[in-house]
């Protein structure tokens, strides 16, 4: 079956902190690819997506993800973290053959110490 | 000027009772979606419609009912609720059924 990983349970950084957050998906097949975040007590709000361009995707508020084919993983990174970036961030795997349908991992809880 | 609303926001009440979340996108988007998100966070697809017309249905029990009256809303009925029920629903759109979803600011169900 189809799943999304994401590891990371639960991240506490410091403010200015590199951060990477891990995604792995299974699947064999072509996929687009999405990270979403979900600031406390707010809906869930895109972040990037990958749909078969540059495999390193630019996003808002200085995201960015890397998809490597070959280790079916998209991991999320920011060279620097502030306070705000307090969030949980979900990682999504839409594979071409079942389109509109986004499979969800579990989400990772990131909190900044300010 | 919201992308996608429902309503209510919180939502209370008691084991047995019916039902009913709405929601509306004013983006004039062809697919919406039902996810439920359970108390660790997992969000999982309950439903999903095209132009209408439902394109998925996750084993969802049939207490759940999607109506979709026109392709700018989806409401979501649910008969005989349970305590299981107890998530938060968000409500979702998209252009196509390839495109990125916008998500709704989600309804809390609450059953006592």
């Known amino acids: 079956a189809q799943s999304v990983s994401q590891h990371n349970h639960h991240v506490i950084l410091s403010e200015a902190a590199s951060l990477e957050l891990g995604c792995n998906y299974s699947y064999g097949g072509t996929v687009n690819l999405f990270w979403y975040v979900q600031y406390p007590g707010q809906h869930l709000q895109l972040l990037l997506k990958y749909f078969s361009e540059d495999p390193l995707v630019k996003g808002i508020k200085g995201f960015e993800a890397e998809f490597i084919k070959s280790k079916f993983s998209f991991n999320l990174r920011k060279p620097s973290v502030q306070w705000s970036d307090t969030a949980e961030y979900f990682c999504?795997?839409?594979?071409?053959?079942?389109?509109?349908?986004?499979?969800f991992g579990s989400g990772t809880r990131l909190s900044i110490r300010p | 000027d919201t992308a996608v609303s429902q309503t209510p926001k919180y939502l209370v009440t008691q084991m047995g009772n019916d039902k009913s979340i709405k929601c509306e996108q004013n983006l004039g988007h062809d697919t919406m979606y039902w996810y439920k998100q359970d108390s660790k966070k997992f969000l999982k697809i309950m439903f999903s419609y095209n132009n209408k017309e439902l394109i998925i249905n996750e084993t969802v029990p049939n207490r759940f009912s999607p109506k979709s009256p026109d392709k700018a809303h989806l409401n979501l009925h649910i008969n005989s609720l349970e305590l299981g029920d107890s998530a938060v629903y968000f409500c979702?759109?998209?252009?196509?059924?390839?495109?990125?979803?916008?998500f709704g600011p989600g309804t809390r169900l609450t059953v006592l």
């Open positions: 979702a759109s998209s252009q196509s059924i390839s495109d990125e979803q916008f």
């Open positions: 999504a795997v839409m594979p071409y053959s079942s389109a509109s349908k986004i499979i």
